[in-house]
């Protein structure tokens, strides 16, 4: 195992050297390997039509609400070793579900924090016609142009607006999270927003009139989805023996947040459905 201390979120298991002889040339090349959680086969959530979620181990966030404190840690039962080779073989089994617009969906954990597997699998995704989605937070190690260019959609996790309230909700920095941003602007990929809202924390008025001003100012955003706060892994944490951030609050109804998801996809989407005007009368 290869562990960089000068950047200790990267995890990916290098394999032994395969050196290969062709007239007396020595060529040496390294199997990537990423450390997958798990596999969730007939995924409705996680983007458009019936796809194959891809959970990949670790995240840096401490996010109060996250319902996968399983997914925190590298080393953590089940993660499994897996070459993008591998996993293309499992997604293969389940194309014929996909239809015309499902496909499969990176999420976590964290995947930018894997970015050498993440960036061999959409290739090999891409070449096999499988159409991909990245379930991302935005907290990665930057130089993401590549990733960007064989990704399909992005699902991106606004944790918050603010750089108080991100790091209230998260414990981290938002820069990273800004950075992302801005490569996927570069990168001109389309956008799905995510926004879980918790009573006392992500919720009232004023918050989500705020989080509607910053939407419109994000690239090609196609969807926005709020996310109402739910208590089903609260479970983990016992079983980890780690304390709940959020003993004591009740969970919400979709429904409550019905009218202002509505809003917000009728005023935040207006700018792409303007470009996509302009694009149609040339």
């Known amino acids: ?31 990537t390997e990423g450390w997958v959680h798990s596999l969730e086969s ?45 996993l293309l073989r499992r997604l293969e089994r389940f194309r014929p579900y996909y239809g015309e617009q499902g496909g499969v969906t990176f999420s976590g954990g ?40 064989y990704t399909d959609l992005v699902l991106l996790d606004v944790k918050h607006y603010t750089s108080e309230g991100f790091r209230q909700v998260t414990g981290g920095d938002m820069e990273p999270f800004l950075r ?10 389309p956008l799905w927003v995510r926004h879980v809202v918790v009573p006392g924390l992500t919720d009232g008025e004023e ?6 001003e910053y939407l419109r100012t994000l690239p090609r955003v196609e969807r926005v989805e709020l996310l109402p706060y739910h208590t089903l892994g609260v479970h983990k944490y016992e079983a980890l023996g780690i304390p709940y951030p959020l003993e004591g609050v009740s969970a919400m109804e979709k429904e409550v947040l019905r009218p202002w998801e509505d809003r917000l996809n009728r005023h935040c989407t207006q700018g ?9 009368e040339h």
């Not at 930018?112 to 190690?141: N, V, W, Y």
């Not at 792409?272 to 149609?280: A, G, I, S, T, V």
């Open 1 to 31: 195992m290869e562990y960089d201390t000068n950047k200790p979120t990267v995890w990916a298991k290098k394999g032994p050297d395969r050196r290969l002889f062709f007239f007396a040339k020595e060529v040496s090349c390294q199997v």
């Open 42 to 86: 007939m995924g409705l959530v996680d983007g458009p039509g019936i796809r194959t979620v891809v959970f990949l181990q670790g995240c840096a966030l401490r996010c109060q609400y996250c319902h996968n404190p399983d997914t925190w840690q590298r080393e953590s039962t089940p993660a499994q070793p897996m070459t993008p080779a591998q």
């Open 110 to 149: 964290e995947p930018l924090l894997q970015p050498d597997f993440l960036r061999e699998s959409l290739k090999l995704c891409r070449r096999a016609g499988i159409h991909t989605c990245l379930d991302t937070a935005g907290r990665g190690l930057g130089d993401y142009g590549e990733i960007l260019a």
């Open 180 to 189: 992302f941003v801005e490569a996927v602007r570069q990168a001109k990929v």
């Open 207 to 212: 918050h989500l009139e705020g989080l509607e």
């Open 272 to 280: 792409l459905d303007k470009e996509r005007k302009r694009k149609d």
